[in-house]
């Protein structure tokens, strides 16, 4: 599974994508309409926590595919190709520019973030429009084949999503059924994709929450994370050597974490992921897995013998362990659980798999 992130020109996701995945340098000429790869860690402050409580000999975060998708400017969306690649991804970014600098044109010839996310929004649309017509087309084929009742199960579902289109919704809101989602799990529709909004704004207007306000109410709606974040700053703090030199400058500027980690873990949720942990001496490692996934399957993400040989799942809460400080006292306040194979895992739980094989 990988997150897309998507942007016009001159926005500030090439400097953010490098930010997620620790590419210093992206080679890749300024015209490319090739998509770049990489992974992102997901920086989660209960890992940190979690290393320092069992300071193991070897720590191991969780990470997502990123992939820094062709600019969305003129040439692309015209050659189409952009969209096959936004299709290819399983959850958006889109980078929106907020800052102001002469220096750096507007692609627009001016600064103004809810014009932009209406363009973006009003193409990805009208793709899944236009795929909609050519499907229609396909279908009278489908019935000189026989398929009669299917041609007819699957133009029902494409009106409605027709009409929601039309109304400028984008299809991430209708709630379908698992028949429904089955019959189109093949095809390209983009905004059936979650989507993170990530407003690159200056450093002067991160105190600033009047712009992230507006358009979180505008796009209330549209079930839309929406975020701010100055890839310049996260790009200072990310260039400091030490751990310290960078805690030290947070601190200064009154920051309490990297931007760039909320980011990460925004990406893991737009994915439908979430995240728990296995401890020790040894190790502390961070795994995902799909949210409403039972024990056996995250057993399966640790090792394919433990979900076959699966017994139970010990689990612990990390609010009690970070609060209790020690496995032993969590046993001993009655918060050490015993759980089979029809436990729903929760994010954040800290677990110890018993199998054989």
């Known amino acids: 599974m990988k997150v897309g992130i998507i942007g016009l020109p001159q926005t500030g996701k090439k400097r953010l994508f490098q930010l997620l995945t620790g590419m210093k340098s992206i080679h890749q000429p300024a015209d490319s309409l090739k998509t770049v790869t990489g992974v992102a860690e997901i920086h989660d402050p209960r890992f940190d926590v979690l290393s320092g409580m069992y300071n193991p000999r070897k720590t191991v975060r969780a990470r997502v595919n990123i992939d820094l998708l062709p600019r969305l400017e003129a040439a692309a969306i015209r050659e189409g190709d952009v969209f096959r690649d936004i299709a290819d991804v399983d959850a958006l970014c889109h980078v929106v520019r907020a800052f102001s600098n002469d220096a750096v044109y507007h692609v627009s010839g001016s600064v103004n973030p809810e014009r932009d996310i209406d363009a973006v929004n009003a193409e990805l649309i009208l793709h899944d429009l236009l795929f909609i017509e050519k499907r229609f087309e396909r279908l009278e084929k489908v019935r000189k084949k026989g398929s009669e009742e299917q041609a007819r199960r699957e133009e029902a579902v494409l009106t409605d999503f027709r009409e929601h289109l039309e109304r400028d919704r984008p299809l991430r809101l209708l709630d379908l059924d698992e028949e429904v989602r089955k019959l189109i799990s093949g095809y390209p529709f983009i905004t059936l994709k979650k989507m993170i909004i990530a407003l690159n704004v200056s ?41 310290d030199e960078r805690m030290e400058f947070m601190r200064e500027a009154g920051i309490p974490e990297p931007a760039i980690n909320l980011l990460s873990r925004l990406c893991m949720r737009s994915l439908g992921l979430i995240s728990f942990f296995t401890v020790g001496d040894d190790e502390v490692r961070q795994w995902l897995v799909r949210e409403g996934a039972l024990a056996p399957e995250a057993a399966g993400a640790v090792h394919t013998d433990m979900q076959r040989g699966f017994i139970r799942a010990e689990v612990m809460k990390y609010i009690d362990l970070s609060e209790l400080k020690s496995e032993e006292a969590v046993k001993k306040a009655g918060r050490f659980h015993v759980m089979g194979r029809d436990y729903v895992v929760e994010d954040g739980d800290i677990i110890s798999f018993r199998f054989n094989v």
Request: net charge negative; aromatic share 4%; proline share 0%.
């Open 203 to 243: 450093e002067s207007d991160l105190s600033r929450s009047d712009v992230v306000d507006f358009l979180a109410g505008r796009y209330r709606d549209d079930a839309v994370d929406i975020m701010r974040i100055s890839a310049e700053l996260e790009s200072e703090i990310a260039s400091l050597e030490s751990a």
